[in-house]
């Protein structure tokens, strides 16, 4: 029997982990900053802190991109040294990871290899998909709602799922989220103001002023760089320049969503009628996001609690639960996995 089991839900931007033997969830930045382009220089939150501040010589890389590995070497040693970094990390362990549906079977082979095949040792690796430990994490008895809809918007990425007792009946990942809602934010400043912000400024932007509010007389004074006088400076950014920059992002989310309802079989949008429409992910927390949903789309928006969190608790439940760890997850070695059939 394995020493341990690790739930892992690999975010653009954030590693999530449920450690079986402690009973525990942490969380960490999915980053790496090299030195020289050559050298590890450090991982995680650590390194994120010196994402926009560090020095020349030290480049600030993001494994994953779009929900899919894209640096993988990167990835596997980031990993290995967050599971070993106080927190007496054992070898021979089962790992349980969540991936998103719509990606390719190569990129998903990847999150499988990624533990498999590195000094972890594993004793098995078995994959979940994203949408479903969702809505295990918050709570639902997926083998008995007949329609769920979950739109998990992360930081790279938003993942459209629709669920039918127990099963993925439709799934799509949108290449929109928080890293495009920031960009939008900080390409409209530099084009309306003549001013330069950067990623974290464009963060905070959203963050402090959200998508839908009545209040639209607001302003916040940042930090950046006049572009005429080539200096560093400060401006002031109005709610509504914010909202704007972020109108389109969102409108690529809602057609999608609304695409993905117009497909579902009749029975099963029936019952997402019912229920609604779950956000999860941590884009969901975004200030009256759920309410600008609700009123493009037409039907009920749910931000579940904890909803960047949600996927994690999800692995926790499937990996406690014996009949959900046989039904739900899979090998890639299995003799039955069905993209090789």
């Known amino acids: ?6 739930g892992l839900d690999l975010g653009t ?3 999530k982990v449920f450690d079986k033997k402690k009973d525990r969830i942490w969380k960490e930045k999915n980053v790496i900053a090299m030195k ?21 010589n030290i480049q600030v890389v993001f494994p994953m991109k779009n929900g899919v590995i894209a640096h993988f070497d990167d990835m596997q040693y980031l990993l290995g040294n967050l599971l070993k970094t106080d927190r007496q990390f054992t070898r021979g362990a089962e790992y349980v990871i ?11 082979k990847a999150f499988y290899d990624l533990v498999f095949h590195s000094e972890a040792k594993a004793k098995s690796v078995r994959i979940v998909e994203r ?5 295990i994490g918050f709570g639902l008895n997926i083998m008995d709602e007949k329609g769920i809809f979950i739109a998990n918007m992360g930081g790279g990425t938003t993942e459209l799922s629709v669920l039918s007792y127990g099963g993925i009946v439709l799934n799509r990942l949108v290449k929109t989220g928080g890293e495009q809602f920031d960009a939008a934010v900080a390409n409209l400043v530099r ?25 639209t007389g607001s302003s916040l004074t940042v930090s950046g760089r006049d572009l005429i006088s ?20 969102l409108d690529e989310c809602v057609r999608a969503m609304r695409s ?3 497909r579902t079989p009749p029975d099963v949008r029936r019952g997402i009628e019912e229920s609604g429409i779950y956000l999860t992910g941590g884009i969901a927390n975004l200030k009256g996001l759920s309410t600008y949903l609700e009123e493009s789309i037409g039907l009920p928006v749910m931000t579940v609690p904890d909803p960047e969190l949600c996927a994690v608790k999800g692995l926790e439940k499937i990996i406690l639960t014996k009949a959900y760890y046989k039904k739900l997850t899979y090998s890639m070695l299995d003799e039955d996995y069905r993209w090789l059939r």
């Open 1 to 6: 029997m394995a020493r341990n089991v690790y």
């Open 13 to 15: 931007y954030e590693i």
């Open 36 to 56: 020289d382009k050559r050298y590890i220089f450090s991982v995680g939150d650590e390194a994120y802190d010196m994402y926009e501040k560090s020095p020349g």
């Open 98 to 108: 969540a991936v998103p549906t719509d990606v390719t079977e190569v990129e998903k």
């Open 131 to 135: 949408g479903l430990a969702d809505a």
């Open 191 to 215: 084009h309306n103001r003549d001013f330069l912000i950067g990623r974290l400024t464009a963060e905070r932007l959203r963050r402090e002023f959200g998508v839908f509010d009545q209040d």
């Open 230 to 249: 080539g200096v560093p400076a400060q401006t002031e950014i109005p709610i509504s320049l914010v909202r704007a920059a972020m109108k389109d992002p």
């Open 260 to 262: 993905m309802i117009e």
